[in-house]
């Protein structure tokens, strides 16, 4: 059992085999399966097999591991299933669209008809003082 495990994590239980996945890339730290409920075909979730609420949790070290996993299975969708191109999520919290309380990397692959929308519509920039929000941001580093 992993050092850090949340019982009724569910990914947790994928981690440990409690739960079947379909696999595709497993080593001691990190797993790949496929979405059971996918936003595209190929759509992966990449976890750490130890328990971290989000992507704010984990150790540089895994977390570096997590991500080069999801380059080579984003490499991988866009040769074996044509895919156009990658979205790679990660989402911290209910307000960012976390469900799962554990932490993992979207990799969704996109095609020119899978009709999935992802709506970044623009903010006016005159609403914020950029150089003051910068400032802000750079105290917290």
Do not use: W
Not at 25 to 31: N, P, Q, R, V
Not at 36 to 51: F, N
Request: glycine share 4%; proline share 4%.
């Amino acid at each position: 059992m992993s050092k850090n495990y949340e019982e009724n994590c569910i990914f947790c239980k994928i981690a440990q085999g409690q739960i079947s996945s379909i696999k595709v890339y497993e080593d001691e730290d990190i797993l790949a399966f496929l979405d059971i409920d996918p936003s595209s075909k190929g759509h992966t979730l990449v976890i750490t097999k130890e328990h971290f609420a989000n992507f704010l949790m984990v150790p540089r070290n895994l977390l570096d591991k997590a991500f080069e996993v999801a380059q080579k299975i984003g490499q991988a969708l866009i040769t074996t299933l044509h895919a156009e191109g990658i979205n790679i999520i990660t989402n911290v919290n209910e307000i960012a669209g976390q469900s799962v309380f554990h932490f993992h990397i979207h990799v969704i692959p996109r095609y020119s008809q899978d009709g999935l929308k992802l709506n970044f519509s623009p903010k006016q920039i005159e609403k914020f003082n950029l150089p003051a929000l910068a400032n802000q941001i750079k105290t917290g580093l």
